[in-house]
């Protein structure tokens, strides 16, 4: 089946073109694996200015293809360039719209006019199509920068030659992100007013949802985990649509999330001190007195249980319970290494904690790649105590490097973790209910208690290094959806 599949991916981000979250990475690994299985997949991205001062190839395959833009017609260029050897992504060039320093906005909120510009950018992935003559099986729909295709298949293109049989699946990948407008730019989507604005449209509480047209209008709705995708149908993860999405369970699907292990591998690792794996696990020891050295942590610690936070420094990843034990969890004779930024109180609240901690609490505030390869390579103990969190890459990566995970039983945390068993062996990280911070610091007691265990300790981490979380897993499930897609279509 998926040797006759075309699929025409849809993303406001892909790595390693752009990238603000975990979108991107999706969205530059998941089409490698649908081709490596013999589906033709196609990109379709604005061409941001990263892109332009990146050194990527790219040439002009359309000039001044033409765009519907409300009751006007708009001119874009679309330039071609490729993710890895052989998937064209095709670029929607318009200076005006996307030649600018961020993505989606900056610190002081989001771009004015960004329901234009992804208004903007679905009209041209569609016209860009049909002008290719390539007809796709499915449009691939991601976040709610992409939301307003399904409705314009239903709509507008309903009747168009090319696109009049092609389908639509839409992954959301966090519901708190909304795509909400005023009801006075429904005009420039194309949509019909009387059809489409209405509450059981693209109407919420009388302004326009993007997140809520793709829910309403996709023929197969996915999300990133299948604990997810029955949590957001609860007022507690809903966000105010879970009314709606109940409504649409049938075609609701949780298809877990892949990690990328030529990324992430400690085997093959450069960012690391020593390479290694599970069949040669010494290595790890090197990482973790390498790290203890350039965090400037106390070297007397290195026997000691070493934890890890690399996160963003906010309450949705559960830093408002972990600021509550800081102090506990130094008092039970650890070292804690943080990286991330976020938050402004939380990041002062962790600065205050690392100097009454001095050599026992490491910090980086901001972003750095190679190092959040080495804290995972380097940790014992890795911590991620989120509130909600779709699908989470951190935990994978975590286990690959024999690093422990100790996560809260939700979204994907949930599905990826297992808890250690001592009686049976099984298992392969920490995971705790309740959200609040005693249940967060009693996880992480025992924890250190499994530690001092060395043979027990190895064991778990031998089944954390064992884990295959692969895209190819993930894309078989998406190719197995495409195909019940198709075969309803007929």
């Given at each position: 089946m998926a040797e006759n599949l075309k699929v025409l991916f849809l993303s406001s981000e892909v790595m390693p073109f752009a990238k603000t979250g975990g979108l991107a990475d999706v969205a530059g690994s998941l089409p490698i694996a649908l081709k490596r299985a013999g589906v033709d997949v196609r990109l379709v991205m604005p061409f941001y200015r990263t892109?332009?001062?990146?050194?990527?190839?790219?040439?002009?395959?359309?000039?001044?293809?033409?765009?519907?833009?409300?009751?006007?017609?708009?001119?874009?260029?679309?330039?071609?360039?490729?993710?890895?050897?052989?998937?064209?992504?095709?670029?929607?060039?318009?200076?005006?719209?996307?030649?600018?320093?961020?993505?989606?906005?900056?610190?002081?909120?989001?771009?004015?006019?960004?329901?234009?510009?992804?208004?903007?950018?679905?009209?041209?992935?569609?016209?860009?199509?049909?002008?290719?003559?390539?007809?796709?099986?499915?449009?691939?729909?991601?976040?709610?920068?992409?939301?307003?295709?399904?409705?314009?298949?239903?709509?507008?293109?309903?009747?168009?030659?090319?696109?009049?049989?092609?389908a639509s699946l839409f992954t959301i990948h966090n519901m708190g992100y909304q795509g909400i407008f005023p009801r006075e730019k429904l005009p420039i989507t194309g949509l019909s007013e009387t059809v489409f604005f209405h509450p059981e449209g693209v109407e919420y509480w009388g302004k326009i949802s993007l997140l809520k047209a793709a829910i309403v209008y996709s023929d197969v709705i996915t999300t990133v985990s299948p604990t997810y995708a029955r949590e957001i149908q609860t007022p507690e993860y809903g966000m105010g649509m879970e009314g709606i999405l109940k409504g649409r369970s049938r075609f609701l699907y949780g298809i877990l999330n892949g990690v990328d292990y030529n990324e992430w591998d400690p085997a093959k690792d450069n960012y690391l001190e020593s390479y290694y794996s599970k069949k040669l696990i010494s290595g790890k020891i090197r990482c973790k007195e390498a790290l203890i050295k350039e965090m400037d942590l106390d070297l007397s610690l290195k026997g000691q249980p070493l934890l890890g936070l690399i996160s963003r420094l906010d309450d949705q990843k559960g830093l408002d319970?972990?600021?509550?034990?800081?102090?506990?969890?130094?008092?039970?004779?650890?070292?804690?290494?943080?990286?991330?930024?976020?938050?402004?109180?939380?990041?002062?609240?962790?600065?205050?904690?690392?100097?009454?901690?001095?050599?026992?609490?490491?910090?980086?505030?901001?972003?750095?790649?190679?190092?959040?390869?080495?804290?995972?390579?380097?940790?014992?103990?890795?911590?991620?105590?989120?509130?909600?969190?779709?699908?989470?890459?951190?935990?994978?990566?975590?286990?690959?490097?024999?690093?422990?995970?100790?996560?809260?039983?939700?979204?994907?945390?949930?599905?990826?973790?297992?808890?250690?068993?001592?009686?049976?062996?099984?298992?392969?990280?920490?995971?705790?209910?309740?959200?609040?911070?005693?249940?967060?610091?009693?996880?992480?007691?025992?924890?250190?208690?499994?530690?001092?265990?060395?043979?027990?300790?190895?064991?778990?981490?031998?089944?954390?290094?064992?884990?295959?979380?692969?895209?190819?897993?993930?894309?078989?499930?998406?190719?197995?959806?495409?195909?019940?897609?198709?075969?309803?279509?007929?």
């Open positions: 892109i332009k001062e990146g050194a990527y190839e790219n040439h002009m395959l359309i000039k001044d293809i033409e765009i519907p833009f409300g009751e006007s017609i708009l001119k874009a260029n679309i330039f071609e360039t490729l993710l890895g050897a052989d998937i064209p992504v095709y670029l929607v060039e318009r200076e005006d719209m996307y030649d600018r320093p961020y993505l989606y906005g900056n610190s002081r909120g989001d771009y004015y006019d960004n329901m234009e510009r992804f208004s903007f950018f679905a009209h041209a992935a569609l016209r860009l199509s049909q002008d290719l003559g390539f007809v796709p099986d499915i449009v691939h729909c991601n976040d709610w920068q992409t939301g307003i295709v399904p409705a314009l298949l239903k709509g507008p293109y309903r009747t168009s030659g090319i696109l009049s049989g092609t319970i972990l600021v509550k034990t800081l102090d506990d969890i130094i008092d039970l004779d650890v070292a804690l290494v943080v990286l991330g930024s976020g938050d402004e109180v939380i990041q002062n609240t962790i600065r205050e904690a690392a100097e009454r901690h001095r050599h026992r609490m490491g910090i980086y505030i901001g972003f750095n790649e190679p190092l959040a390869h080495r804290i995972m390579a380097g940790t014992d103990l890795l911590l991620i105590p989120s509130r909600y969190e779709p699908c989470g890459l951190t935990q994978m990566y975590a286990l690959k490097y024999g690093t422990i995970p100790v996560v809260r039983a939700t979204g994907g945390l949930n599905d990826t973790i297992e808890p250690f068993d001592e009686k049976t062996g099984k298992g392969n990280g920490f995971k705790f209910g309740p959200y609040e911070a005693e249940t967060l610091l009693n996880e992480i007691k025992r924890a250190i208690g499994i530690f001092k265990d060395k043979k027990v300790w190895k064991k778990l981490m031998a089944n954390g290094m064992s884990a295959d979380f692969s895209w190819d897993n993930s894309a078989k499930a998406y190719i197995d959806l495409y195909g019940s897609i198709v075969e309803k279509k007929l």
